[in-house]
């Protein structure tokens, strides 16, 4: 009855192991510690990296608790896996704020649009300049579409040179990425920002910045001046108001 026992939960063992790889069960990617390192010996590296060789688990484990850090395997394919003495919980809380940090700089690079026509008059040339300007400041790339009419199509060299001038007039912000091609009725060009998009974000932080320090400036100089006027005013001596006697001529008999 043992044998048939012991049979039948190899079995099943069998069969629970290959349930969970078929099935694609969740797999930790979690290092073993302390107790659930199963090895006869490690290769030790201490708390700061130095290489203390090759230590019984026992031992380890034994300098891990004297020093309340934790065992950890962190190269477990190697003969023997080598395992390092530090504060797990601090070393898994350090990682996850990277990863914070690093998905919050993440640079997230938007295309924005701007469509010309090719008999643009310079007022909207020079408003549509003036927003590509600001979307490429922003770190953003713009894609600048002309639209042709009618017999404005056999005029391509026409939507090339409105192009290349755009591009000459914005290239303190922008470059061309994508030069000017045709497409069907339409031609365009792919402007890329000259600076990344956390370069973008931190100077039009320091222009807000600036421009609100520049208007607290100025009112304070306002209500300065403004207290300097009140301030004359009330100190000037008060005429005496002249009435109807004032005019009177002296020499008058009434």
Same mark, same amino acid.
């Given at each position: 009855?043992?044998?048939?026992?012991?049979?039948?939960?190899?079995?099943?063992?069998?069969?629970?192991?290959?349930?969970?790889?078929?099935?694609?069960?969740?797999?930790?990617? !979690?290092?073993?510690?302390?107790?659930?390192?199963?090895?006869?010996?490690?290769?030790? +590296?201490?708390?700061?990296?130095?290489?203390?060789?090759?230590? /019984?688990?026992?031992?380890?484990?034994?300098?891990?608790? !004297?020093?309340?850090?934790?065992?950890?395997?962190?190269?477990?394919?190697?003969?023997?896996?080598?395992?390092?003495?530090?504060?797990?919980?601090?070393?898994?809380?350090?990682?996850?704020?990277?990863? %914070?940090?690093?998905?919050?700089?993440?640079?997230?690079?938007?295309?924005? !649009?701007?469509?010309?026509?090719?008999?643009?008059?310079?007022?909207?040339?020079?408003?549509?300049?003036?927003? +590509?300007?600001?979307?490429?400041?922003? $770190?953003?790339?713009?894609?600048?579409?002309?639209?042709?009419?009618? %017999?404005?199509?056999?005029?391509?060299?026409?939507?090339?040179?409105?192009?290349?001038?755009?591009?000459?007039?914005?290239?303190?912000?922008?470059?061309?990425?994508?030069?000017?091609?045709?497409?069907? /009725?339409?031609?365009?060009? +792919?402007? $890329?920002?000259?600076?990344?998009?956390?370069?973008?974000? +931190?100077?039009?932080?320091?222009? %807000?910045?600036?421009?609100?320090?520049?208007?607290?400036?100025?009112?304070?100089?306002?209500?300065?001046?403004?207290?300097?006027?009140?301030?004359?005013?009330?100190?000037?001596?008060?005429?005496?108001?002249?009435?109807?006697?004032?005019?009177?001529?002296?020499?008058?008999?009434?």
């Amino acid at each position: 009855m043992g044998v048939w026992a012991s049979a039948c939960a190899g079995a099943f063992c069998c069969w629970q192991q290959h349930t969970n790889s078929s099935t694609g069960g969740p797999i930790s990617t !979690e290092p073993r510690i302390n107790d659930r390192i199963r090895v006869p010996e490690v290769r030790l +590296v201490g708390p700061n990296g130095e290489q203390v060789g090759i230590v /019984r688990v026992e031992d380890a484990l034994r300098l891990a608790a !004297e020093n309340d850090l934790d065992l950890v395997e962190v190269a477990p394919q190697a003969r023997p896996p080598v395992a390092k003495l530090m504060d797990y919980g601090k070393f898994k809380y350090e990682a996850a704020q990277k990863v %914070r940090d690093a998905r919050k700089n993440q640079q997230n690079v938007t295309t924005k !649009e701007m469509k010309l026509r090719l008999k643009i008059d310079q007022h909207d040339y020079e408003t549509k300049k003036g927003h +590509v300007v600001r979307f490429l400041k922003a $770190g953003d790339k713009v894609k600048i579409t002309i639209m042709f009419r009618g %017999r404005e199509q056999s005029r391509p060299e026409l939507g090339m040179d409105l192009l290349r001038r755009l591009a000459d007039d914005v290239a303190e912000f922008g470059f061309v990425e994508s030069s000017p091609k045709q497409d069907g /009725r339409n031609m365009l060009m +792919v402007l $890329g920002p000259t600076k990344k998009k956390t370069e973008a974000k +931190v100077d039009l932080a320091a222009d %807000r910045e600036a421009r609100m320090a520049a208007r607290k400036e100025n009112a304070e100089l306002d209500r300065a001046a403004e207290a300097q006027l009140r301030a004359a005013a009330q100190s000037a001596p008060h005429k005496k108001k002249r009435g109807p006697a004032d005019n009177m001529d002296p020499d008058v008999d009434l």
